[in-house]
Nanobody
Framework: QVQLVESGGGLVQTGGSLRLSCAAS????????LGWFRHSPGTEREHVAT????????YYANPVKDRFTISRDNAKNTLYLQLNSLKPEDAAVYYC??????????????????WGQGTQVTISS
């Protein structure tokens, strides 16, 4: 059974930084693309970033381009999201997710079938 456990969320000031981690188990980690999504009250869950299985290709949502960086360590079965220059609108619960199939990259929520419990990011002004 796939298990994804996020950590690293917290309270940070506008303009600050955080690094989120997602520890994965129950899957052949190095064969899966992985994604980060976020959800804030009153909005739909939205895609943030995706990284392919070997880390060579990344995809970012426009609101986070040039501020967030997705990365992975296949030796540690861990996915990361570095959040820089944080804005109030970045406040949300951040989720890591894995798709149904190996070697398949997507930015669509519907393609991701395994989800972590989320980690809260709060931004103070």
């Amino acid at each position: 059974q796939v298990q994804l456990v996020e950590s690293g969320g917290g309270l940070v000031q506008t303009g600050g930084s955080l690094r989120l981690s997602c520890a994965a188990s129950g899957l052949d980690f190095s064969s899966y693309s992985l994604g980060w999504f976020r959800h804030s009250p009153g909005t739909e869950r939205e895609h943030v970033a995706t990284i392919n299985w070997n880390g060579h290709n990344t995809y970012y949502a426009n609101p986070v381009k040039d501020r967030f960086t997705i990365s992975r360590d296949n030796a540690k079965n861990t996915l990361y999201l570095q959040l820089n220059s944080l804005k109030p609108e970045d406040a949300a619960v951040y989720y890591c997710a894995a798709p149904r199939s190996t070697f398949y990259s997507s930015i669509r929520e519907i393609d991701f079938t395994s989800w972590g419990q989320g980690t809260q990011v709060t931004i103070s002004s």
